[in-house]
């Protein structure tokens, strides 16, 4: 028996990266996903992909995780298509690195914005299908919401990315008389077309952070998903409120 069978499953950021595996992955695991995206073309491509694997996918229209109207509205598609949610992934997220005395007001409100507003606007829009399945949420957040950075200047996605954590262990709180579960899964360094174009990239003091994650290597999406997948599925039925971090044991060590 697969972990999500015949579950219905947000995702939101299906485009790329984490949320291209995500959508991928539950499908395999017996979910129907409903994806989104503002890169509508290639969250297309994702549905594409997942339905050549076998899988059964819905990307209904370009998906502004910002907006609350649009928000709204690809949550309705979801129930009208097929009757109900049974998870929420909020994945999707951007966000502009700089220096707290440089960096310009509108990039902070930018990451907060996208990072975090994305994830009460899912949520919230979400809620009374999740409560009608007695479903689950699963949020994204970061090693960057636990500790702070030599190496990188980011006080605005620390500060999304700490209140993240913070906002699911809420929405485990208001959750749980509903039945409603709510977990976070916190990456560290990740191998993705985003990562690879800044963190990653040659020139940034983080090229080398290899070196300094225990298990040597920077993690795979495929690995955050993994983790998302157990968490959605019933083998967690007793964890809520959880902050899952997968980061090859990054921040259990001092800093490199």
């Not at 502009?96 to 907060?112: K, S």
């Amino acid at each position: 028996m697969r972990r999500l069978e015949g579950k219905v499953a947000l995702i939101s950021g299906t485009a790329r990266g984490q949320g291209r595996a995500a959508a991928l992955r539950f499908a395999a695991e017996g979910a129907i996903v409903v994806g989104g995206d503002l890169l509508h073309e290639e969250a297309l491509e994702t549905q594409r992909l997942v339905g050549e694997a076998g899988g059964t996918a819905l990307t209904p229209g370009p998906l502004d995780v910002t907006d609350e109207a649009s928000v709204r509205a690809w949550v309705q598609e979801a129930v009208d298509a097929f009757g109900g949610i049974d998870i929420l992934y909020a994945n999707a997220g951007a966000v502009r690195f700089g220096a707290v005395d440089t960096q310009p007001y509108e990039d902070f409100t930018f990451t907060l914005r996208t990072e975090l507003d994305s994830v009460w606007l899912a949520a919230h829009g979400a809620w009374p299908h999740l409560v009608r399945s007695r479903g689950c949420v699963l949020t994204v957040g970061s090693t960057a919401g636990l500790t702070g950075s030599l190496t990188n200047q980011r006080s605005a996605h620390s500060a999304s990315k700490g209140a993240v954590i913070a906002l699911t262990r809420q929405l485990a709180a208001e959750g749980a008389p509903h039945g409603i579960r709510a977990n976070c899964v916190s990456p560290g360094m990740v191998d993705t077309e985003g990562s690879r174009g800044d963190l990653l990239a040659a020139d940034h003091p983080m090229c080398t952070i290899a070196r300094h994650i225990p298990l040597g290597r920077v993690g795979l999406p495929d690995e955050v998903v993994g983790a998302a997948v157990f968490l959605a599925s019933d083998e967690a039925s007793y964890i809520t409120g959880a902050n899952l971090v997968v980061d090859g044991g990054w921040s259990s060590v001092l800093p490199g």
